[in-house]
Each structure stands twice: as structure tokens, then as C-alpha cells.
């Protein structure tokens, strides 16, 4: 059976249950690989996860198959673009997005656990799963006109996620990709 779940940052419920220390482990697991493959010698504290304003995740049998976290940074302030996410953010890309809504909602690691990437639950790819549920979250339980997200083009999220009707804005070469 698959289950969303979306854990609250503020609630210390989610934070106890047993689903949320499921959807960290995936999340560590996956991250601590990738960081290992793109040779990043920085430490994964807990924190990357846990601080995030919300994390939404697709279960399978209950197991975390995709997860992904969301974080909402006001651009308009320096305090906003001094956050570490947008380092790299080109400045007209921003000042752009700031002219929509200085509110945005930042999607980030959008994660498929390893023995869950390429396979589908009830017909769909599972990345496409999290993909909808991202997209339909954000569009009837927020109240942000913008989401922003980076992908790994290498990996193809670019065309996971341009279906539900993310644009480029622009591209910048991170880690040599």
C-alpha cells in the first residue's frame, strides 16, 4: 500500500513517530552515498533534514521509497538570500522570483530510496509519485505562488519534474555536472 506522509517541522509528534525516523533513515542512506560519489568531504548532520520546514514522503509497505524536503525563505530580505541553499543562485534569477512573491518554498533533495529507483507502485514510477505530491502539496496546502528547486540534469530530474510544470530559470554547473 502506498502512503504520503507530510511531517511538520513544528510538530513534535511527527517528529517521534515511527515513519519520520523511517523517512531519515532513507534520507541519510541516499545522501551519504551521493555526497560519497561527488567526493563532498563535508559530514551529513541530522539537521539537514530535521530543519526543514516540512518533509513530504511516499511509503511503500512501510518503507520510505521518496522523500523530499521543503523550506520557506523569504528572498526580499538579506537574511533570505544569505541562505546557504541559494548559494550559487544567479542574482537576476532571484530579483526575477522576488517580482512573483519574495516568499518562495524551496524544494529540495528529492530522493528515491536505492532499492525503490526504477520501479512503480500502482502503475507510476515512484519518482513521479513524489513528483505529484510535491506538486499537488504545494499547490493546495500552501500559500506560495513560487517553489523552487535544483536538479541533477545528469540524473534526469529535469524531466521528472518538468511534466507537473517546473521551468528552467537558469543553469549553473555545480560539481562538474
Not at 506522509?5 to 510538530?11: G, R, T
Not at 529540495?108 to 532499492?115: G, H, Q
Given at each position: 500500500?502506498?502512503?504520503?506522509?507530510?511531517?511538520?517541522?513544528?510538530?513534535?509528534?511527527?517528529?517521534?513517530?515511527a515513519?519520520?525516523?523511517?523517512?531519515?533513515?532513507?534520507?541519510?542512506?541516499?545522501?551519504?552515498?551521493?555526497?560519497?560519489?561527488?567526493?563532498?568531504?563535508?559530514?551529513?548532520?541530522?539537521?539537514?533534514?530535521?530543519?526543514?520546514?516540512?518533509?513530504?514522503?511516499?511509503?511503500?509497505?512501510?518503507?520510505?521509497?521518496a522523500?523530499?524536503?521543503?523550506?520557506?525563505?523569504?528572498?526580499?530580505?538579506?537574511?533570505?538570500?544569505?541562505?546557504?541553499?541559494?548559494?550559487?543562485?544567479?542574482?537576476?534569477?532571484?530579483?526575477?522570483?522576488?517580482q512573483?512573491?519574495?516568499?518562495?518554498?524551496i524544494?529540495?533533495?528529492?530522493?528515491?530510496?536505492?532499492?525503490?529507483?526504477?520501479?512503480?507502485?500502482?502503475?507510476?514510477?515512484?519518482?513521479k509519485?513524489?513528483?505529484?505530491?510535491?506538486?499537488?502539496?504545494?499547490?493546495?496546502?500552501?500559500?506560495?505562488?513560487?517553489?523552487?528547486?535544483?536538479?541533477?540534469?545528469?540524473?534526469?530530474?529535469?524531466?521528472?519534474?518538468?511534466?507537473?510544470?517546473?521551468?528552467?530559470?537558469?543553469?549553473?554547473?555545480?560539481?562538474?555536472?
Amino acid at each position: 500500500m502506498t502512503k504520503i506522509h507530510v511531517f511538520e517541522n513544528q510538530d513534535p509528534h511527527d517528529r517521534r513517530s515511527a515513519a519520520y525516523l523511517t523517512t531519515y533513515r532513507a534520507w541519510h542512506e541516499t545522501w551519504s552515498e551521493e555526497y560519497a560519489l561527488l567526493g563532498a568531504k563535508e559530514t551529513l548532520y541530522s539537521d539537514k533534514f530535521t530543519r526543514q520546514d516540512q518533509i513530504l514522503a511516499v511509503h511503500i509497505g512501510g518503507q520510505c521509497a521518496a522523500l523530499s524536503l521543503f523550506h520557506h525563505v523569504d528572498i526580499s530580505t538579506e537574511i533570505g538570500r544569505a541562505d546557504s541553499w541559494l548559494e550559487g543562485w544567479p542574482k537576476a534569477t532571484l530579483d526575477r522570483l522576488n517580482q512573483i512573491d519574495s516568499h518562495v518554498w524551496i524544494w529540495s533533495a528529492l530522493t528515491v530510496a536505492k532499492e525503490f529507483r526504477g520501479q512503480r507502485a500502482e502503475g507510476v514510477s515512484i519518482s513521479k509519485i513524489l513528483s505529484a505530491a510535491c506538486v499537488h502539496h504545494f499547490n493546495h496546502y500552501t500559500e506560495h505562488q513560487v517553489m523552487i528547486g535544483s536538479t541533477r540534469n545528469k540524473k534526469g530530474i529535469n524531466s521528472i519534474v518538468s511534466p507537473f510544470g517546473a521551468q528552467t530559470l537558469s543553469t549553473v554547473e555545480i560539481n562538474s555536472e
